[in-house]
């Protein structure tokens, strides 16, 4: 089956040799034809693989090799695959509860370049931090984590509905729903990327991408 990479390829060698013949043959732009086709050399394909090769980049930074090819995520990377049955985050990642190839963006769909005009601002700032800036010793969310990053996957389960712990208070279920308490807080799931613990982490495991 042919990829995307393939086809942008395909298009960008297409142009190239295009544009090439028009510069070798530039008397061919006199005829309608060698026009059209100067046209769609100059514009139409250039625009094309651009808007593909964005994409393409764009599908890449959903990986979670992508998130964690930056030094500063090392450890978030690890905390993926440490032997701890109370970390949230390596507990779906090494039961593939969430895609293992898509790991970070499944969990963080409104952060950077995937949220609403702010974070795709802080997402350019990040950028600017990795190759120019300072890198700071704690990583820290901009906003409180958002239950909908868990309720896309867990709303309407049965494990999540019945739950002994989510049905002792009839307002608790509702009000993790409504997102007003928070499914990180205190006493339910508050271990989440807890890198500091990582040296004394019992084991470690690999886990295949």
Known sequence: MIGPTTILIAVIVISMALIAFLVIRP???????????????????????????????VEHSKTTEFCLSCHVMTDYGQSLRVGDKGSIPAVHFQNHLVPPDQACYTCHTDYAMYGDVRAKLRGLRHVYVQYAGK???????????????????????????????????????????????????????????????????????????
């Open 135 to 209: 890198v700071p010793e704690t990583v820290k969310l901009y906003t409180p984590y958002n239950n909908r990053e868990c309720l896309h996957c867990h709303l309407g389960a049965k494990s999540f509905e019945e739950g002994v712990v989510h049905n002792q208070d009839p307002e608790t279920l509702p009000k993790i729903k409504s997102n007003q308490l928070s499914c990180t807080t205190s006493g339910c799931h508050e271990v989440v990327h807890n890198v500091k613990s990582l040296r004394e982490a019992t084991r470690l495991k690999e886990v295949a991408k």
């Open 27 to 57: 008397s061919v732009t006199g005829t309608r034809g060698g026009k059209i086709l100067a046209f769609i050399s100059l514009f139409i394909f250039p625009i094309l693989a651009g808007s593909m090769g964005a994409a393409e980049h």
